[in-house]
């Protein structure tokens, strides 16, 4: 499971029917000072995040483990939306815009 | 998934049976700039996109095996979906929908 940052979405009109009604993210990821790092990953969304918030993606085999997206033809899925990471006492918190400070 | 530009066809006769009826494309993974990143690829289409488009790659071999409808094949990639266009922070919009990352017939 990697923390990353949405930045934006994807349209594709002609798609495998499989990928048919699912939402594709374009998450980047992030380190754990909250600083978007260049690697980015599309993913497909199973819990309702949107552009700028900080979630959870996974990859490989395991996208295919939730009911969402069982038998689909996905290798990424956002699968939390995170509120708050603690790293050595130090708390880095969900703020509106979904950027991460320093508490 | 990653996005990648297909770049070429790749024509193999003498390939294992269970792929035999797979169409291969050559494809250059790219960035949201959509400049170039990493070493070029071959993966697994049943799309159908044209060269120079911008495609949906997904690596998996399950997915890609599931895609070709055969149990066990020896595919480790394959092509999901041909790209519209993509948004990044908003802002980025016009700039994509209008020239350079675009997308069609650009190659």
Sequence with gaps: MNLGRVVGTVVATRKNEKL????LLIVKSMDLEGNVVDPFVVAVDTVGAGVGEVVLVVTGS?????????GKSVDAIVMAIVDYIEVDRNLFEKVKEGKVKTV | MILARVIGTV??????EKIRNSKI???????????PIGRTQTTIDTIGPKVGDIVLVCMDGDVASEMIGIEGAPVRSCIVGILDYYNVDKKSVNKVNSDKVLLRGER
């Design chain 1, 20 to 23: 048919v009604g699912s939402k």
């Design chain 1, 62 to 70: 395991s996208a295919r483990a939730t009911v969402d997206t069982q």
């Design chain 2, 11 to 16: 024509v193999a006769t003498c390939k294992f």
């Design chain 2, 25 to 35: 494309l050559a494809i250059q993974p790219v960035d949201l700039e959509g400049k």
